[in-house]
C-alpha cells in the first residue's frame, strides 16, 4: 500500500502570502493519478487539481501542483481569505487502491 | 446541475446492518466508476469502496473488505453500500464521489454512527 505523508502539519500564513504544501509517497506514484482537494468546515471535499497539475474545472489559476514521483506540491500562490481550509493529496495505484494523505490545515496567522 | 445526493445513514448498534444510497443526476451515469468515501469525526479522509461503470470491477480498502459490499443500479442512476457487521470505528461521514483516479463530485455525505 501506497502511504502519502503531508507537511506541514499545519502552515499559518497572513492573506496575499504564498503557501506551499508538500505531499510525499512511500513509492513511486505515476503523476496521472496524483490529485489534490481542498475541504472546508462542514462542507465536502472539492478536486482541486488531478494528474499533479492539471486545474479541475473552475479553479482559480494561484492553485497550482507540481512534482512526480514521490515528491508532490501544492502551490497558492496569494493566499485569499477563502483559502484558509484543509487540503488532502490522494492517490491510485492503478490497481486496487486509492489513498489520502493526512491532511494539512492552512489557517489564519 | 450535477448532483450526488446520499441517503440512508442512521444510528445503528455495534454489529448491525445499515445500506446507504446515492442518487446521481445530472451526468450520465454510465459513464463514470463511482466510489464511497468516509469521514470518521474530526479525521481526514479514507477511501472505501470503488465500483465500476458496469460493476465489472470493485475495489475495497482493507478496512471493510468482508464486510461493506458496493453496488450499482445504472437503470436508476443509484450507487448502494451495503454495510454489516458494523462497529464503531465505521462512525463517519459517508460521501458518495463520481470518478477515478481523481474524484471530481462529492455528495454532501450521510451519517453513520454506530453505537449501542
Known amino acids: 500500500e501506497i502511504v502519502l505523508t503531508q507537511s506541514p502539519g499545519t502552515l499559518s500564513l497572513s492573506p496575499g502570502e504564498r503557501a506551499t504544501l508538500s505531499c510525499r509517497a512511500s513509492q513511486s506514484v505515476s503523476s496521472s493519478y496524483l490529485a489534490w482537494y481542498q475541504q472546508k468546515p462542514g462542507q465536502a471535499p472539492r478536486l482541486l487539481i488531478y494528474g499533479a497539475s492539471s486545474r479541475a474545472t473552475g479553479i482559480p489559476d494561484r492553485f497550482s501542483g507540481s512534482g512526480s514521483g514521490t515528491d508532490f506540491t501544492l502551490t497558492i500562490s496569494r493566499l485569499e481569505p477563502e483559502d484558509f481550509a484543509v487540503y488532502y493529496c490522494q492517490q491510485y495505484d492503478g490497481s486496487a487502491l486509492l489513498t489520502f494523505g493526512p491532511g494539512t490545515k492552512v489557517d489564519i496567522k | ?116
Open chain 2, 1 to 116: 446541475e450535477v448532483q450526488l445526493v446520499e441517503s440512508g445513514g442512521g444510528l445503528v448498534q455495534p454489529g448491525g446492518s445499515l445500506r446507504l444510497s446515492c442518487a446521481a443526476s445530472g451526468f450520465i451515469f454510465t459513464n463514470y466508476g463511482m466510489n464511497w468515501v468516509r469521514q470518521a469525526p474530526g479525521k481526514g479522509l479514507e477511501w472505501v469502496s470503488y465500483i465500476s461503470i458496469n460493476s465489472g470491477t470493485i475495489y475495497y480498502a482493507d478496512s471493510v473488505k468482508g464486510r461493506f459490499t458496493i453496488s450499482r443500479d445504472n437503470a436508476k442512476n443509484s450507487l448502494y453500500l451495503q454495510m454489516n457487521s458494523l462497529r464503531a470505528e465505521d462512525t463517519a461521514i459517508y460521501y458518495c464521489v463520481r470518478g477515478i483516479p481523481s474524484m471530481d463530485v462529492w455528495g454532501k455525505g450521510t451519517t453513520v454512527t454506530v453505537s449501542s
